[in-house]
């Protein structure tokens, strides 16, 4: 059974940065893709980023294309969410996720492990 536990949550300016973690524990990430989703308050969970078990393939979500960035590193089985240029409208809880097959737009209901979800609140 795989623990993902996500940090690097806050509060943050519009135009700021945050960098999310994702540590996971009790297996290791590097047979897994990996992904970020969130979910504002009232709406529903959406796709953010995703990434292969190499880290050779990403995606993201048109609305954070070119702002988001996710990293992985497998020797220490976290996977990063850097974000730059936030906007008021990124503020909701993300979540990563693991999967163990990649997928460009993963679906929510083949996710095979979630975290618990760290909360980014962007203020205008």
């Known amino acids: 059974q795989v623990q993902l536990v996500e940090s690097g949550g806050g509060l943050v300016q519009a135009g700021g940065s945050l960098r999310l973690s994702c540590a996971a524990s009790?297996?290791?990430?590097?047979?897994?893709?990996m992904d970020w989703f969130r979910q504002a308050p009232g709406k529903e969970r959406e796709f953010v980023a995703a990434?292969?078990?190499?880290?050779?393939?990403?995606n993201y979500a048109d609305s954070v294309k070119g702002r988001f960035t996710i990293s992985r590193d497998n020797a220490k089985n976290t996977v990063y969410l850097q974000m730059t240029s936030l906007k008021p409208e990124d503020t909701a809880v993300y979540y990563c996720?693991?999967?163990?097959?990649?997928?460009?737009?993963?679906?929510?209901?083949?996710?095979?492990?979630w975290g618990k979800g760290t909360l980014v609140t962007v203020s205008s």
């Open positions: 996720a693991a999967n163990y097959y990649y997928h460009n737009y993963p679906d929510i209901s083949g996710i095979a492990h």
């Open positions: 009790g297996r290791t990430l590097s047979s897994l893709a």
């Open positions: 990434i292969s078990w190499s880290g050779s393939s990403t």
